[in-house]
């Protein structure tokens, strides 16, 4: 399951400039209603859900630029892990399915990850010229259980990683493909540098 890049839900991307988009005390967790598309997603509560069931659910920052979507894809390769995907991911086929969406996306930094669940394969890039006119970094994630092909992508500006980031990878370490995870693990992420070219 090599994903193509999509973002149906660009358009609710309401992002506000803060000057820090920090930790929160709290936690939310929203959970599946399906049986048949179990998931777990925790996150700040800074952060507020919408969508779900037969769309996308996104989680908006409610005053920094940041937003996380979760969905569901078909998966046509029974035989499908994060290891195989990583070897078999084409950096120049992606930049231009994210293009499409993100005039010039760069793919940067790729490897995989473990959800709180599952492994899975995760990569990251960067548009300087986003439909918001604000540099977007982009952190890509996805597996495959249940059945079901999970993605979650994750967008925030690059000008704010180091606020953001630490949000976006306590969302994707806390992820599970279960209904009835619980909250929370710590992160560990292993990527390997963008090739020079």
Same mark, same amino acid.
């Given at each position: 399951?090599?994903?193509?890049?999509?973002m149906g839900?660009?358009?609710?991307?309401?992002?506000?400039?803060?000057?820090?988009?920090?930790?929160?005390?709290?936690?939310n967790i929203?959970?599946?209603?399906?049986?048949?598309?179990?998931?777990?997603?925790?996150?700040?509560?800074?952060?507020?859900?919408?969508?779900?069931?037969?769309?996308?659910?996104?989680?908006?920052?409610?005053?920094?630029?940041?937003?996380?979507?979760?969905?569901?894809?078909?998966? &046509?390769?029974?035989?499908? *892990?994060?290891?195989?995907?990583? =070897?078999?991911?084409?950096?120049?086929?992606?930049? %231009?399915?994210? #293009?499409?969406?993100?005039?010039?996306?760069?793919?940067?930094?790729?490897?995989?990850?473990?959800?709180?669940?599952?492994?899975?394969?995760?990569?990251?890039?960067?548009?300087?010229?986003?439909?918001?006119?604000?540099?977007?970094?982009?952190?890509?994630?996805?597996?495959?259980?249940n059945g079901?092909?999970?993605?979650? &992508?994750?967008?925030?500006? *690059?000008?704010?990683?180091?606020? =953001?980031?630490?949000?976006?990878?306590?969302?994707? %370490?806390?992820? #599970?493909?279960?209904?009835?995870?619980?909250?929370?693990?710590?992160?560990?992420?292993?990527?390997?540098?963008?090739?020079?070219?």
């Amino acid at each position: 399951m090599i994903i193509r890049p999509a973002m149906g839900c660009l358009a609710v991307l309401s992002m506000v400039l803060a000057p820090s988009a920090a930790f929160a005390q709290n936690i939310n967790i929203t959970r599946s209603v399906l049986p048949d598309q179990p998931y777990t997603l925790s996150y700040p509560d800074t952060m507020e859900a919408s969508g779900g069931v037969d769309k996308p659910l996104t989680i908006n920052h409610t005053n920094a630029p940041l937003q996380c979507n979760m969905s569901f894809v078909p998966v &046509d390769d029974s035989g499908w *892990t994060p290891e195989g995907a990583l =070897a078999s991911l084409v950096d120049a086929d992606l930049e %231009a399915g994210w #293009s499409e969406t993100f005039p010039g996306f760069v793919m940067g930094a790729k490897g995989t990850t473990a959800y709180q669940s599952d492994a899975a394969l995760i990569y990251e890039g960067t548009s300087t010229d986003s439909p918001m006119g604000i540099p977007l970094t982009i952190v890509h994630t996805e597996t495959v259980a249940n059945g079901l092909g999970y993605t979650l &992508d994750c967008l925030f500006d *690059t000008t704010m990683a180091e606020q =953001a980031r630490p949000i976006v990878d306590f969302i994707i %370490a806390n992820f #599970s493909t279960e209904a009835d995870a619980e909250c929370c693990v710590g992160v560990t992420t292993e990527l390997t540098p963008a090739a020079t070219q």
